[in-house]
């Protein structure tokens, strides 16, 4: 199903933004869905955004207005802009992208927003 490898993550103060991205690697089915969840100690990991390869995409209500979701298909890549970080933001954020055949997810990077 191929690797995923996340980067972007850290510490940013309240009020902050980050751009974490993902890069796609080794599958040889075409990816559609590509994807970003989180998981906040204790508690469930959950979806934060989701992007079609068209380019459609949803969002939790929790950062809707706040985050943005992209791709570039020729890379293999997805990105998500998060703006005005909030500290119940922090969480480690995981790439997830889904083929035919499968999904596949990254390692995860951690972000922490300080308040």
């Known amino acids: 199903q191929g690797q995923l490898v996340e980067s972007g993550g850290g510490l940013v103060q309240t009020g902050g933004s980050l751009r974490l991205s993902c890069v796609a690697s080794g599958s040889i089915f075409r990816i559609d869905t590509m994807g970003w969840y989180r998981q906040a100690p204790g508690k469930e990991r959950e979806l934060v955004a989701r992007?079609?390869?068209?380019?459609?995409?949803n969002y939790a209500d929790s950062v809707k207005g706040r985050f943005t979701i992209s791709r570039d298909n020729a890379k293999n890549t997805v990105y998500l802009q998060m703006n005005s970080l909030k500290p119940e933001d922090t969480a480690v954020y995981y790439c997830s992208s889904d083929t035919a055949f499968g999904s596949s997810w990254g390692q995860g990077t951690q972000v922490t927003v300080s308040s």
């Open positions: 992007i079609s390869r068209a380019g459609n995409t």
